[in-house]
């Protein structure tokens, strides 16, 4: 059943979210630049022009050949350059551009063109300047969105809506791997000691990877992207950053960008960044995506009620939530590990061993937000955000 998170069979299923060309990465040795040979280029004055870096989910990040959205590898996010005049004054002044799909297994290759339709812009952390980050959708020459355009059915989603103002947290949960494959600061023949000491941790012994996180924060911030916090997390060099609150759809485009910028920095620091829901087995903290939802009538006087009538929705729609909350899901959400079992629905309140957690502050205030803590690390947070508002808000 959909609620043990059985992948659909297809041409793509044997794919691992989060661990792609795990096999050839292993023999990758990168070259790290030294700063001063960057920034000889990197300093360049270009004039009046503006470098818009176009990006968008390729076919493996946005997959519906199951028949509802799948998000097989939330790391197949693509980009290219675009050269403009000048600064663009709002996202109505970027041109609309196009890809060739049958590249990244969007389009057949005797019809390959794909359009980009720019939805967001954010400053480049990377370039500096008027530079752009131009989120985009996909869409048919004829202008019709493309199977793995999970934004367009979000937005019509959220516009239903948008009266009642709703808002996400999420946290982002990811291991930081070496190109080897090996979390950051594990023994190549064993294991740390046991988890514990990580959790919000400091200590050369016990955190690795924090100048990346910090790196990414900072480069997240810089973009405009509304990143809450970060922290270390359960399982040694396993990390978290929060984005949000995010008003409806802004909530899947800053998410998705920040996977981007992530991306971007890997390169730099030479680490690789997994979002594998269970990167190592056994007693080990799985990677979610924890989703903090909320409506204006949640947050207002009587708020509590709406909540709790939110969570038999959620109980009738489990499974079919579960299905687009993660593949591989299964096997972080056992009953251990700061998990309710996948083929069980349950909420309490300030308990992070149920399905859905009710803060102890939305109880005693009668109104706030609520956890959905089944989402692993590799959801697409268009389907997720939008699936919660059609079950709370819709039905």
Same mark, same amino acid.
């Given at each position: ?33 030294? /700063? ?50 000048? *600064? ?13 799909? @049958? ?6 290759? $005797? ?18 300047? $008027? ?33 009642? *103002? !709703?808002?996400?947290?999420?946290? /982002? ?68 950053? /929060?984005?949000? !609150? ?7 485009? /800053? ?12 390169? $730099? ?24 939802? @909320? ?12 909540? *709790? ?87």
């Amino acid at each position: 059943g959909l609620a043990k998170g059985k992948v659909c069979v297809g041409k793509r299923a044997g794919l691992v979210a989060g661990n792609r060309n795990a096999s050839v990465t292993m023999s990758l040795h990168r070259p790290v630049l030294e /700063q001063t040979m960057k920034d000889k280029y990197e300093k360049l004055d270009i004039g009046n022009k503006v470098i818009a870096e176009y990006i968008w989910l390729g076919g493996l990040a946005a997959e519906t050949e199951c028949g509802y959205p799948e998000c097989l590898d939330p790391t197949d996010i693509r980009s290219k350059t675009r050269i403009l005049d000048s *600064k663009p004054g709002s996202i109505d002044d970027l041109p609309m551009w196009n890809f060739d799909g @049958s590249s990244t297994m969007q389009a057949p290759g $005797d019809d390959s063109e794909v359009f980009l339709k720019p939805v967001a812009m954010y400053k480049d952390p990377f370039r500096g300047g $008027d530079n752009l980050l131009v989120m985009c959708e996909c869409y048919t020459p004829q202008g019709e969105a493309i199977p793995s355009n999970t934004r367009a059915h979000a937005v019509e989603v959220m516009d239903k809506v948008a009266d009642q *103002k !709703p808002w996400f947290g999420i946290e /982002q949960e990811y291991t930081l791997l070496d190109l080897d494959g090996y979390p950051l600061g594990w023994p190549k023949s064993g294991f740390p000691g046991s988890q514990g000491p990580y959790y919000c941790g400091n200590g050369a012994d016990r955190i690795f990877g924090r100048e990346l996180c910090d790196a990414h924060l900072k480069a997240c911030l810089y973009a405009g992207l509304k990143v809450s916090g970060t922290n270390a997390e359960v399982m040694m060099s396993q990390w978290e950053y /929060q984005v949000g !609150p995010c008003v409806g759809i802004e909530s899947g485009d /800053q998410m998705w960008v920040s996977r981007y910028i992530m991306q971007r920095l890997s390169e $730099d620091y030479g680490f690789r960044v997994s979002f594998d829901v269970k990167p190592i087995p056994g007693e080990w903290n799985g990677a979610g995506c924890h989703t903090n939802f @909320s409506t204006e009538p949640m947050r207002n006087e009587g708020g509590y009620e709406i909540i *709790k009538e939110c969570m038999a929705k959620l109980e009738a729609k489990h499974d079919e939530h579960v299905r687009v909350y993660g593949i591989g899901n299964d096997k972080r959400l056992t009953g251990a590990c700061e998990t309710a079992p996948i083929t069980e629905f349950s909420w309490g309140v300030a308990n992070r061993g149920c399905s859905v957690r009710i803060p102890r502050s939305t109880e005693a205030d009668g109104k706030g937000y609520f956890e959905d803590r089944r989402p692993g690390s590799n959801i697409d947070p268009y389907v997720v955000t939008s699936i919660l508002v059609e079950t709370c808000c819709l039905d």
